[in-house]
T-cell receptor, first 112, second 115 residues
């Protein structure tokens, strides 16, 4: 079992739809959580950090559930430009020696 | 804003050759991470450096080595290259001086092809 697991995808949804991804992690000592997006053949780009209280950035909302050890990403009013692979990233600590684990990514395709 | 710089962007080598990849972190970032991403795979952590010292080690083969220099740039040295080393190699950097210390920012990657 991988330390960080994501919805397998791919998700294919129409423009304007709301889509949600989940990510579970196995290390209860994990401290920091992030969502990155990665376009084909490009580098991962930070989308959002995920805080305990949940956080929102425009159309994007991230939630953390420590008890169940999962994080989620909700995208509202999806745009064609949201098509990408979304990577869940979990870190075991706050220091520079933190162990960073990537999920395998969830592919999202928005259709007109 | 300045981003992470990687060079070269593309590299073609033959089996058993050596390769050196370079990474220049965002200014004032003190930590550098190296990742390998094969086709259709998620990024696999190789190694990281903080203040020029190795801080963590992942699935880095013994044929690979890396270091961080006094100007914080890092180099990944790969020897006895194998076909399976063909991948996209990302460098990421982060800062421990404010904000969340392990938020990583990625460079554009070096695409290594081993023939």
């Amino acid at each position: 079992r991988k330390e960080v697991e994501q919805d397998p995808g791919p998700f294919n949804v129409p423009e304007g739809a709301t889509v949600a991804f989940n990510c579970t992690y196995s290390n209860s000592a994990s401290q920091s959580f992030f969502w990155y997006r990665q376009d084909c053949r490009k580098e991962p780009k930070l989308l959002m950090s995920v805080y305990s209280s949940g956080n929102e950035d425009g159309r994007f909302t991230a939630q953390l559930n420590r008890a169940s050890q999962y994080i989620s990403l909700l995208i509202r009013d999806s745009k064609l430009s949201d098509s990408a692979t979304y990577l869940c990233v979990v870190s075991s600590g706050y220091s520079s020696a933190s162990k960073i684990i990537f999920g395998s990514g969830t592919r999202l395709s928005i259709r007109p | 804003a300045a981003g992470v710089i990687q060079s070269p962007r593309h590299l073609i080598k033959e089996k058993r050759e050596t390769a050196t990849l370079k990474c220049y972190p965002i200014p004032r970032h003190d930590t550098v991470y190296w990742y390998q991403q094969g086709p259709g795979q998620d990024p696999q952590f190789l190694i990281s450096f903080y203040e020029k010292m190795q801080s963590d080690k992942g699935s880095i083969p013994d044929r690979f080595s890396a270091q961080q220099f006094s100007d914080y740039h890092s180099e990944l040295n790969m020897s006895s290259l194998e076909l399976g080393d063909s991948a996209l190699y990302f460098c990421a950097s982060s800062s421990t001086s404010g904000g969340r210390p392990d938020t990583q920012y990625f460079g554009p990657g070096t695409r290594l092809t081993v023939l």
